[in-house]
């Protein structure tokens, strides 16, 4: 086997990256209009005819398919827990770190509104957790009790106190509800246990979630499951920072995907507690990933506008409110569009650096005065002080010069008045994956992590 050919069906492109596995390098990097709101098998013909066109007949026939899927929005979850710092946190961050996109999260008893607001949702996953072992059962057996009657037509993931995991099973099965029990996600205090609900999670998406039409031929026609994209980014992050046993990874670093809808950040490194700060709150990932649902170029760009402030914004743009508004209306009308002139491109570029500076402010961990448990300073989250690298992707990047691209992403960096309080860098170093390869490194990895992570290493440039 000489090639790799890697899939990714989004809503709005479908990609195809053609990997030579001897020679570790990209031979084809093609994106065409997504077809998966009509038929996927559309848009894996044209990737396929492009592959066959780059490597040849022969070698297609013998190489390797593998796909990923963020069509239809990704994959929809709810998650149900017991306390906001603790197991809501944790359960966000399995739900992200299997390639979920989080639309709605209750803490405590679930009430009758947090029951109308989940069916709202269009959850196809709900994740219960909460309760340490020989903790909590009592709330956690209603809120399973609750949740059973309620019959909400999704299936369910009881990832909490493993002593009543088969009493909550039973509850869901007895009204034909499909549940599924992983392993308790913070068993002991300070303890992250997520694996076992990840694979559950990846597990629903193959078999049952994948909603993009023509799916079925998908499946046939590649070799491995279809993974959710997200998934496969984590995982290619994950081997860029710490290599492989022949090559060096990069160390820890932060990464900004910047779409139209959403904006990714992840986060490779060990949280580590700041100077004289007790930690608080759930446990934090080595890999770690959040979605920002509202921060988008297109679709999203009228939340950002709220967040920012009109008048704000405007000022930035230096343009009259009416005038940026008029431009934001025109990206949420068409999630396509492309800036083609020079006043446009101020617009795209405001956006960004404005995407950046509050998405990366969510990811990251803080620290606050206050007394806790005989400590002054209070961290609650990931301590990212240490990181010296940030890699962008995402269209708006890409496409960028590189003055432009570099003032976006240096966003992510604290100012004088967040020092000792928001848990990011004060200087970085930019690069982006001009090839966007990180999802066909992720579906690669398991088969050749060192051609993985040498077509990551190649894609990345210096901004």
Known sequence: MKY??????????????????VQQQVVLSDKFPSTVHTDAGIGLCRCFEAAKHAIGEENFKSALKLSTSSAAGGLRMAVSGLTQSLSIEAGRNASFGAGGKIVYTTSGLISEEDMENIKESGAEILLLCGGYEEGNRRHILRNAEALSSAKLNIPVIYAGNSHISGEVRRMFS???????????????????????????????????????????????MVDGPIIPTPASVLSAGELLCNGTEREAGIGPYMMADIGGATTDIYSFAENRSYEGAKQIGSPEPFAKRTVEGDMGMRESSVCLLKEVGKERFAMKCKVSQKVMEQAVQKRISSRAYIADTDFEKIIDHELACSVVHISARRHAGTVKKEFYDGYRLVQRGKNLLEIKTVIGTGGILVNSQREEAADILENVKIGASEKGNI????????????????????LLRSYDENAALAIMKKSLRLK
Request: aromatic fraction near 8%; charged fraction near 20%; charge should be negative.
């Open 174 to 220: 007895s009204r034909g509800m499909e549940c599924f029990t992983a392993e308790n996600i913070i068993p002991n205090v300070g303890i992250l246990n997520m694996e076992s609900t990840i694979s559950i999670i990846r597990n629903l998406f193959m078999n049952r979630i994948t909603n993009m039409k023509g799916v079925g031929v998908v499946r046939e």
């Open 423 to 442: 848990l990011l860098p004060e200087d970085v170093h930019v690069m982006i994956d001009k090839d966007y390869v990180f999802f066909a490194a992720g």
């Open 4 to 21: 790799a050919i890697l899939l990714d069906f989004g809503s709005t492109y479908t990609k195809v990256v053609c990997v030579n596995l």
